[in-house]
């Protein structure tokens, strides 16, 4: 029977969509924190790929991809070793999301 393409039969994927602007600091306790701007829904497990070069995609949800490109020095050291990220959306110069996601080092981002 071949593959039919309908509405009954098509599976969901994850929308990518990239940062333009981000912000990538430490903060005081030595957390990676990215700052980014909030999407609507809450996060839903959130996950962090990193391709070790310089590009990271947050998995916001099973809908939702966030594509970090050309990461700072600080932010690839980092992801070296680190097992989690904080990410913080940011909405009108309020916190409108604060969550961790965990890091997953890849050999290709699944985008």
Do not use: W
């Not at 839903?44 to 947050?58: C, I, K, M, Q, S």
């Amino acid at each position: 029977m071949p593959f039919r393409d309908d509405e009954n039969n098509r599976k969901e994927k994850a929308m990518a969509e990239k940062e333009g602007l981000y912000d990538v600091v430490q903060n005081k306790d030595g957390e990676l924190l990215f700052c980014i701007r909030a999407r609507t829904g809450n996060p839903d497990h959130p996950r962090f790929f990193f391709d070790g070069v310089e590009t990271g995609l947050l998995m916001r949800d099973g809908k939702r991809a966030i594509l970090l490109e050309y990461l700072s020095p600080l932010a690839l050291t980092s992801l070296q070793k680190e097992d989690k990220v904080l990410i913080a959306e940011i909405l009108d110069d309020e916190l409108e999301h604060e969550y961790y996601a965990p890091v997953s080092k890849v050999r290709k981002l699944p985008v």
